[in-house]
Antibody, heavy 121, light 107 residues
Framework: QVQLQQSGPGLVKPSQTLSLTCAIS??????????WNWIRQSPSRGLEWLGRTYYRSKWYNDYALSVKSRITINPDTSKNQFSLQLNSVTPEDTAVYYCARDTNFQYFHHWGQGTLVTVSS | DIQMTQSPSSLSASVGDRVTITCRAS??????LNWFQQRPGKAPQLLIYSASSLQSGVPSRFSGSGSGTDFTLTISSLQPEDFATYYC?????????FGQGTKVEIK
């Protein structure tokens, strides 16, 4: 059974970097049939897909244009996890952030528990 | 980006009612459409994938249909645990996009 466990701070100051980690159990971050995603949810923006990383003989990343200049999603094979970094945050980045596994690029089957991140000084 | 539009945004229904939620894509997405249920404070849970395939463990009162741009989620007989918010989501291309949600409330 795949489980995703998120960790990271719930409060980030404006202009700083938001960093979250998603630890994977029951699967491998290097799986050839999965992609590892970050999604956020806020009242103003709803559910918003931010990006993904996946391994198909080499590592790939896809990012939403809305955050492409500020986002990095990295796999960590030694710890079987992946991370989100979002730079230069503003209060508009305040949201619940989820990591999620998708199967064969088709559906988000497994989700982390969610982390409320508030951007405030 | 593909825009996903759900209707209605909210509805009130009674236990035992048949409920239908629609989702329209701004362009054809074949059957690359998924449905999620979200309860307050919880992550979304997959109900239906590929427009009409029931996810393992999901009660058979949930069903999905449609292709191209128009899709439907039906709950055949609403149960107390079904009061939640429902989202559609396209997996045709990136960026993955979601509908704005339909909140199902108790009448």
């Amino acid at each position: 059974q795949v489980q995703l466990q998120q960790s990271g701070p719930g409060l980030v100051k404006p202009s700083q970097t938001l960093s979250l980690t998603c630890a994977i159990s029951g699967d491998s971050v290097s799986s050839n049939s999965a992609a590892w995603n970050w999604i956020r949810q806020s009242p103003s923006r709803g559910l918003e897909w931010l990006g993904r990383t996946y391994y198909r003989s080499k590592w790939y990343n896809d990012y939403a244009l809305s955050v492409k200049s500020r986002i990095t999603i990295n796999p960590d094979t030694s710890k079987n996890q992946f991370s989100l970094q979002l730079n230069s945050v503003t209060p508009e980045d305040t949201a619940v952030y989820y990591c999620a596994r998708d199967t064969n690029f088709q559906y988000f089957h497994h989700w982390g528990q969610g982390t409320l991140v508030t951007v405030s000084s | 980006d593909i825009q996903m539009t759900q209707s209605p945004s909210s509805l009130s229904a009674s236990v035992g009612d048949r409920v239908t939620i629609t989702c329209r894509a701004s362009q054809s997405i074949s059957t690359y459409l998924n449905w999620f249920q979200q309860r307050p404070g919880k992550a979304p849970q997959l109900l239906i994938y590929s427009a009409s395939s029931l996810q393992s463990g999901v009660p058979s009162r949930f069903s999905g249909s449609g292709s191209g741009t128009d899709f439907t989620l039906t709950i055949s007989s609403l149960q107390p645990e079904d009061f939640a918010t429902y989202y559609c989501q396209q997996s045709y291309n990136t960026p993955r996009t979601f509908g704005q949600g339909t909140k199902v409330e108790i009448k």
